[in-house]
Nanobody, 124 residues
């Protein structure tokens, strides 16, 4: 399964971006999907995650109320709507898919497939 993350860019603080994660080849309707980010000099951290049906979601405390994860299984996409962006949100954002629902959404080693990342830069 190859994942493709897109939608990153440069935005001013307070602005919005919508990231998309799609697969090429096999569909992933039955996979849980998470969005992670990694800023320079920092460890990779989970941002949000969603189960296969979209009925269960997780958001890190740092993004609650600002970021929303959703999925459109018929169209094979998972999205991260990011509002009220802050300079500290600047990072490379990755989507990852898990064949089985992770015991912990935040543990990156529970995800089986990773996309290449998309850069999000928030200017102050």
């Amino acid at each position: 399964v190859q994942l493709q993350a897109s939608g990153g860019g440069l935005v001013q603080a307070g602005g919005s971006l919508r990231l998309s994660c799609r697969t090429s080849g096999r569909t992933f309707p039955n996979y849980a999907v998470g969005w992670f980010r990694q800023a320079p000099g920092k460890e990779r951290e989970v941002v949000a995650a969603i189960n296969w049906s979209g009925g269960v979601t997780y958001s890190a405390d740092s993004v609650k109320g600002r970021f929303t994860i959703s999925r459109d299984n018929p169209n094979n996409g998972v999205y991260l709507q990011m509002n009220s962006l802050r300079p500290e949100d600047t990072a490379v954002y990755y989507c990852a898919a898990a064949v089985s629902r992770p015991i912990s959404w935040a543990k990156s080693d529970e995800y089986d497939y990773w996309g290449q990342g998309t850069q999000v830069t928030v200017s102050s």
